[in-house]
């Protein structure tokens, strides 16, 4: 009999007891076979599982851990937050530090709102914008996710994408129909839809640099006219900064495109591994929000204190240290490396990058929106995938997920990496060839 591993006898265990033994589709594998590795421990730019296998992690889950994981600093703080207690359910210094290091870094938020989930911040922002508006419909793109509301779960990428459901079970017909879809980079496909219909759009939300179909690159040209669009027929534009917000830049992508959006959502590295989301904007539509406004949100957990005191630690330290170019130039030389790697093996691959996000798409054509992802061949992804773990290197489980590097890719780390992906590249030519 074949010995089982400690991380397949806990997914066996776990699928008895949470629905696919996970917590969040993607991390089940089922877009590339084989068991989920359990994570024992994590430290700086590597996850060890409970075999005691230690990867390279270019998860860093799913975004957050720009430090790395477990950095000494963000841990000191989260210990002090602890001993003063972990929960309160009135106002805290933390949630005032964090909103002034927000607004430091995005200057088109007069006012911040945290909430615990980039799922909550597009939820509210979208109610945010009809309450402004007093319009109903919203646009999003093809493959952009934006948390998995209802009236967001539609042609939504990430987990989505992976199981094949453009949308979701149960999000009813009336809700779906009052958001519209374009393909992403599609300005003529905007200028259409706003000639017809701009009257009724309350707001556009995009994710500026898309990371949730894998990562795709906008033309600078489709985000000019997104935001001349919306000026011009009175709709909000929303930029999800989820997972571009202090990852690209410190001001995230609407730094590097110099555009100021009516509203902005934020998460993942503001909670610096902790679960936090925000949104936030212009001063006359951010003060609609309860309890200034008419429009209600709120949550138990929200601005928690332990949360706030990890994000605090995890962009003080972005500030001060701004490692955004080397980040760059750290994940330009692994990309570089890994299309020539490609080409040596002779397979195929199109890596788009964006400062420290990188997806390795299996196909010959250009990626540049959804469509153009789903084109990819899934199956040699998946077998690249599994290579690249028995190598010891951790990619999302996923062809449509972004990858991330972080400060603690350290160049060592980085060539080690780059040799298990030339090796990654041979094993799915030799597979081909079978
Ligand atoms: C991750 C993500 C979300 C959802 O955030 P959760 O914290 O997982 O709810 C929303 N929008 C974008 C762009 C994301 O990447």
């Known amino acids: 009999m074949e010995k ?108 911040v709102r945290f909430t615990t989930s980039g799922t909550e911040a597009t939820m509210a922002a979208i109610r945010l914008a009809r309450a402004a508006t007093k319009r109903v419909r919203i646009v999003k793109f093809e493959g952009g996710y934006h948390g998995h509301s209802d009236g967001l779960l539609v042609a939504a990428g990430s987990g989505a994408t992976t199981f094949g459901v453009p949308s979701s079970a149960g999000v009813p017909d ?34 500026p640099v898309a990371g949730n179909m894998g990562v795709v690159v906008p033309d600078k040209s489709f985000i000019d006219t997104l935001v001349t669009l919306c000026k011009k027929h009175g709709s909000l534009l929303i930029f999800d900064e989820v997972m571009t917000g202090f990852r690209l830049a410190w001001g995230g992508a609407q730094e590097l495109f110099g555009h100021a959006p009516d509203l902005t959502c934020l998460g993942k590295i503001i909670g610096g591994g902790f679960p936090v989301g925000a949104f936030g904007g212009r001063k006359d539509v951010i003060e609609k929000l309860a309890p200034l406004g008419p429009v209600y949100q709120a949550g138990t957990l929200s601005g928690n204190p332990v949360a706030m005191a990890a994000g605090v630690a995890t962009l ?100 080690e990496a780059k040799k298990a992906f030339a090796g990654a590249f041979s094993a799915v030519a030799a597979l081909g060839k079978k």
């Not at 061949?377 to 997920?401: I, M, N, W």
């Open 316 to 415: 003080s330290e972005l500030k001060s240290r701004n490692p955004y170019e080397a980040l760059e130039k750290a994940t330009q030389d692994l990309c570089d490396s890994i299309r020539e790697s490609a080409r040596k093996a002779n397979v195929l691959v199109q890596v788009n990058e964006c400062g420290s996000m990188f997806t390795v798409f299996f196909t010959a054509r250009k990626v540049d929106n959804y469509f153009s992802a789903t084109q990819a061949d899934t199956k040699k992804y998946a077998a690249f995938f599994h290579a690249l773990l028995e190598r010891g290197v951790s990619l999302p489980p996923s062809q449509f997920e972004a990858a991330f590097v972080s400060t603690a890719h350290t160049p060592a780390v980085m060539e």
């Open 4 to 111: 089982i591993t400690r991380s397949e006898a806990l997914f066996a265990e776990a699928s008895r007891h949470l629905v696919g033994g996970v917590n969040s589709p993607v991390r089940a594998f089922g877009a590339v076979g084989g068991t989920p590795r359990f994570i024992a421990s994590a430290k700086g730019a590597h996850v060890t599982d409970v075999d005691g296998n230690k990867y390279i992690d270019f998860i860093g889950s799913w975004g957050p851990m720009i430090l790395g994981h477990n950095p000494p600093l963000v841990i000191d703080a989260v210990k002090k937050a602890i001993t003063d207690g972990t929960s309160f359910g009135a106002p805290s210094s933390g949630e005032v530090e964090l909103a002034k290091m927000v607004k430091d870094a995005f200057p088109s938020i007069d006012k």
């Open 174 to 207: 009336f809700l779906a129909k009052n958001t519209w879809v374009l393909p992403y980079n599609d300005e003529e496909g905007l200028e259409n839809l706003f000639m017809r219909q701009g009257i009724n759009v309350a707001c556009v939300i995009v994710e």
